[in-house]
């Protein structure tokens, strides 16, 4: 059985290096993945749900996942499509991304993709507006998901990750209302939610949430302010670590598969977000989503070191 089986898109990517602005780094991405390889790394068991091209990119994720331990038993080889691509540029405003994943594999997905009974056998079935957002037949794989999770007694895990060059934000509005009413776990970003609600203030949009009926523990990601951590009951701001990132790209997965597998290790909320703190703050010193991620040991040996 699973701590964790996450369902979206990977997606191959090239990284640009600072000192040659034409020369790109070969790493891996996806959000879903990333967080997948971010709990396998906490010790967490973990398996993916998606499907790769026929290629090149595709064979290298599945050697990836199952040397990071990760179960790909429900991966599935498309033979029609392509695995899905994007770049990543440093400018003065952080980092862009540029996409080539329309018609791409995972986005081909179906509900018959969950045949595979792995969702059943998680503790927890992890999603995002990505996962939701590729295409039309992935976001019904997602609450396909969903409902064999709660008939399984899974709980579900959902990471706001708006990408508004995949879907109109009034659909995403929907859509992630939708689900986070589903979520046992909603973990927002406070810039997305300020483009689904359009405001700023953190307790405001916490109130949007629940009155939108997510009954779950909910986490608002503040960025450099930290976090909030809503559990129903009460509200309890969480501070962030502050270290110069080299490169953010993967550090909110790293945060949500952290938490996770700490969640599933035993921690209370408040302790599991302490954790995928650091985690999220060490995975941000080196380029690329995954090639930083953490393992548990050096995560718990900075968590050691005093503050500051
Ligand atoms: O969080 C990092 C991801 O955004 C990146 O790996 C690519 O999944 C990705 C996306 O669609 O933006």
Redesign the pocket.
Known sequence: DFDIVALG?P?V?LNQTHKDQRQYLQGY???TS?AVIAAARQGARCAYLTRVGDDAFGRQFLELWQAEGVDTSGVRVDGEAHTGL?FVQHGPQGHA?S?LRRDSAASRMTPADLDCGLVERARFLHVSG?SLAISTSACDTVFAAIERARAAGAQVSLDS?L?LRLWPVDRARAVLRETMRAADLFLPSMDDMQHLTGNDDPERTLDWIRDGGAAGVVVLKLGKDGSIIDDGARRTAMPALRVQAVDA??A??CFAGSLLARRCQGDSWEDAVRYANVAAALSTQGYG?VDPLPRAAEVLARMKQPAG
């Open positions: 898109e997606l990517e991405g996806g959000d990333n994007y991304f996409y990505i990750n990408r790209t993967g909110g997965d989503a």
